[in-house]
């Protein structure tokens, strides 16, 4: 199940933004079964503090994420994403605005 979502999140990115085709560094695919809110993490981990996807552990040199979420869930109960406004509307304003992958 995970190398195929793997496989395929892969290839949605790259027919998608094909300019950042040869740029990407494919980093480890997880599966959390469990909410959020009954996970058990420690502080340092908890998701749902505000945090950057940057760690000591994992630093990421400056380079730029791209993550690749799915609702896996067999009651069909939809996932909710807290980002402060609908994602068409996020969308609708950045993605026009998005420049090619630059070297820079």
């Known amino acids: ?5 793997r496989t395929q999140s892969h290839l ?3 027919t998608i933004l094909p300019h950042y085709k040869d740029h990407l560094h494919l980093a480890p ?4 079964p469990n909410q959020i809110v009954t996970r058990n ?3 340092r981990a908890d998701d749902k503090r505000l945090h950057v996807d940057a760690f000591p552990s994992r630093p ?3 380079e730029r ?3 690749v979420f799915i609702n896996v869930n067999p009651n069909k109960v939809p996932r909710v994403w807290r ?3 609908p994602f068409e509307a ?3 304003r950045f993605l026009a605005n998005t420049k090619p992958y630059s070297d820079w």
């Open 1 to 5: 199940m995970m190398t195929r979502y």
């Open 12 to 14: 949605l990115v790259n």
């Open 29 to 32: 695919t997880s599966f959390r």
């Open 41 to 43: 993490q420690s502080w």
């Open 60 to 62: 990421n040199y400056g």
């Open 65 to 67: 994420i791209l993550r």
């Open 83 to 85: 980002i402060g406004e």
């Open 90 to 92: 996020i969308v609708d």
